[in-house]
């Protein structure tokens, strides 16, 4: 603790030895007056206005777009799921390749069988073709994930209406054609009807059954975008035709890579006791079917491939932020009696504060005062069009 005190005492001497060389300071008591000398010197330079405000905007924006990404993807992709320190994802890699992250339906029913260290696993595919729900006699696009029956409680996802699916449903082909609806989904199409369970909705020419709604914070298992709704594995055949055209079975060719996995760990299994009996079977898998070799099957908490993508953005917002606010000042500075600088301190001109009048310091219509004052005015405009671009943003993810 001695040497934290002589640290902190160092600063101090440091912080009153460096502003004892400058004039004391005066805080404005004329706000008005400083806002008047603001905008009149940003009217007379719109140029440098003009830039500023962009640039404050793009760069406050940027950061409150990836904010709001983050939200939407990170806290709500996950959010609703209950014991996520439970589940797990296998994930599927193939040597000099980039990760594919799926698997195929064969795959699924050999992992399925390592009951020695899950509880149980569920399988989920987004719809890669288009499909358009026919409601109200206005066909539109809709996001839809195909899931095994025992999807949602794998998740531990309960339906606020409703049910979710049986594990029969996913098992028969084209025998039920029935449907789970988000919450969003729910509210924005059918009004948050309460008599919504049983109402048909038609899916490519097809009519499904509404069976539940699920509650408003699940957005599903991924980063992509929330399915609107959610059907049986089995209907595969009439939101994907093309594969059937094509006379490639989705649901028995070893080698289709469309699906991903979520398993819940037995209590007291560790990862790495999953990842050992998942590369065994893996090894099983290649000598038996002959194929799939030099592809490699992981076990990753499944909160942990989020925290892998959100990485990114955290990094591209700490790049955007010194710069945006570097662009803005620059520019203000030199104007002004001196630089101001992103949240340290700049070096000062020979037009620093020393040559003030004395007594005079951050006057009310000083010019120190002024850039502040005008800073504050491009920072309100770039706020103002920030807010444009992140509800632009927002409603494109909800």
């Not at 109200?136 to 606020?160: C, E, K, M, S």
């Not at 699940?218 to 975008?225: A, P, T, V």
């Amino acid at each position: 603790m001695v040497w934290i005190n002589g640290l902190v005492d160092e600063w101090i001497d440091g912080v009153h030895f460096h502003w004892s060389n400058y004039p004391p300071i005066h805080l404005s008591i004329h706000p008005m007056n400083d806002l008047r000398f603001a905008f009149r010197q940003l009217l007379k330079n719109p140029g440098f206005t003009v830039v500023a405000v962009v640039t404050l905007a793009l760069g406050i924006g940027a950061n409150s777009t990836i904010f709001s990404l983050t939200n939407a993807l990170f806290f709500r992709a996950l959010s609703g799921v209950k014991d996520l320190d439970q589940l797990v994802s296998l994930d599927s890699a193939w040597e000099g390749r980039i990760r594919t992250l799926n698997v195929s339906y064969a795959d699924f029913l050999d992992f399925r069988t390592l009951t020695n260290v899950f509880v149980d696993m569920a399988a989920a595919g987004r719809a890669s073709e288009a499909v358009f729900a026919d409601i109200r006699d206005h066909p539109q696009p809709v996001q839809v994930d195909l899931v095994t029956g025992n999807y949602f409680d794998v998740l531990g996802v309960q339906a606020i209406l409703g049910r979710t699916l049986f594990s029969r449903e996913s098992q028969e082909r084209d025998a039920h054609p029935v449907a789970v609806l988000r919450y969003g989904f729910w509210q924005r199409q059918l009004d948050s009807a309460a008599d919504a369970v049983g109402r048909t909705i038609k899916l490519n020419g097809h009519f499904y059954t509404v069976v539940g709604v699920v509650p408003e914070p699940f957005q599903g298992d991924s980063l992509n975008n929330p399915p609107d709704l959610w059907i049986p594995l089995g209907m595969v055949d009439q939101v994907q035709p093309r594969f059937q055209r094509e006379r490639l079975d989705l649901l028995n060719t070893r080698g289709i890579d469309w699906l991903r996995l979520r398993a819940k760990l037995l209590p007291g299994v560790s990862i790495e006791q999953a990842k050992a009996a998942v590369m065994v079977r893996e090894r099983q898998i290649q000598t038996e079917a002959r194929m799939n070799s030099g592809r490699i099957v992981t076990v990753t908490p499944l909160d942990q491939s989020v925290h892998r993508a959100m990485g990114g953005l955290a990094s591209f917002a700490r790049f955007l932020q010194p710069s945006s606010c570097a662009r803005s000042t620059a520019p203000a500075g030199s104007r002004g009696p001196a630089r101001i600088g992103c949240g340290k301190s700049s070096t000062h001109s020979t037009t620093a504060y020393g040559e003030h009048p004395p007594g005079t310091g951050w006057r009310s219509g000083g010019p120190f005062g002024d850039v502040v004052v005008g800073e504050r005015i491009d920072s309100l405009a770039g706020g103002r069009a920030d807010v444009r671009v992140v509800f632009g943003h927002q409603s494109r993810i909800e």
